[in-house]
């Protein structure tokens, strides 16, 4: 199973704050445009840990049938009171055959253990229609640890990432990179890669 109990149970306990946090800041801006305009019209999206659903209500909002899923039961009920149709789910359950012309894991696999990463980027790109875009955010680094709120990371290099990606069959359109500050409080280093199944 890749859901690391004690990161569910800071979610759980925290979603509020979290989400208070999230729609303060704005959740995803520039790329979750990005993102919906390389979609079709009317585009089914797999939102792969849509935490409070600020992300998944803007892709409805902009047409897209979206379905939400999250790990943590709180943050499921956040995003169903902003009426996004969102359900409990992990990892593990995207089990999807050429569904979705759009997967938006915008910072949630960062939480999967590292020897599933394969598998799950290779689920992923089974989900996805020929044409379909995933976008994946990631903190970059090496190893894995948790944070002063208990949440277990994986950190990925852009390398390590670019690898991944490229043996579950993508190509790679926009990666960049930066820095923010999250729940923790601490600075942390990301990438953010735009990809397409051909």
């Given at each position: ?12 306990e925290n979603a ?165 500050i999250g729940l923790?409080?601490?600075n942390d280093p ?9």
């Amino acid at each position: 199973m890749s859901v690391d109990e004690k990161t569910l149970a800071v979610y759980n306990e925290n979603a509020s704050n979290y989400a208070a946090k999230i729609d303060q800041n704005g959740e995803a801006g520039s790329h979750l445009m990005r993102f919906i305009t390389a979609l079709p019209a009317g585009g089914r999206v797999l939102d792969l840990g849509c935490g409070p659903g600020g992300s998944a209500l803007l892709m409805m909002q902009a047409g897209l049938d979206v379905d939400a899923i999250d790990a943590s039961p709180e943050m499921v009920s956040l995003a169903q009171l902003k009426g996004v149709t969102a359900r409990v789910a992990t990892f593990d359950d995207v089990n999807a055959t050429n569904d979705y012309d759009g997967v938006w894991a915008n910072f949630s696999l960062l939480h999967a253990p590292r020897e599933k990463l394969a598998d799950h980027f290779t689920a992923i790109a089974r989900s996805l229609r020929v044409g379909g875009h995933l976008h994946v955010g990631m903190k970059t680094g090496s190893g894995s640890e948790r944070d002063r709120l208990e949440r277990l990371y994986t950190f990925v290099e852009e390398a390590e990432l670019a690898y991944f990606l490229q043996n579950a069959g993508f190509d790679a359109l926009t990666t960049m990179m930066g820095s923010d500050i999250g729940l923790a409080g601490t600075n942390d280093p990301w990438i953010i890669i735009l990809a397409r199944k051909p």
